[in-house]
């Protein structure tokens, strides 16, 4: 599991967040917090990482390292 993906899912359970209730949050779609985290998206765009970075209110490199 890549980094991004492990560090997304982890963070998101932890706040308590679903899936969906982050992809709000964040203003990207669903199908993406889905994609990234089972790996079937592995480059997302900077835009989209900065999006959920901030919508789990943690740095950008905390969500990729």
């Given at each position: 599991?890549?980094?991004?993906?492990?560090?997304?899912?982890?963070?998101?359970?932890?706040?308590?967040?679903?899936?969906?209730k982050?992809?709000?949050?964040?203003?990207?779609?669903?199908?993406?917090?889905?994609?990234?985290?089972g790996?079937?998206?592995?480059?997302?765009?900077?835009?989209?990482?900065?999006?959920?970075?901030?919508?789990?209110?943690?740095?950008?490199?905390?969500?990729?390292?």
């Amino acid at each position: 599991m890549s980094n991004i993906s492990k560090n997304l899912r982890k963070m998101r359970e932890a706040k308590g967040l679903s899936q969906e209730k982050l992809a709000r949050l964040a203003d990207v779609a669903n199908n993406t917090i889905i994609k990234i985290e089972g790996e079937k998206n592995k480059n997302p765009t900077l835009d989209t990482l900065k999006k959920i970075a901030k919508a789990l209110g943690v740095s950008l490199d905390d969500l990729t390292n």
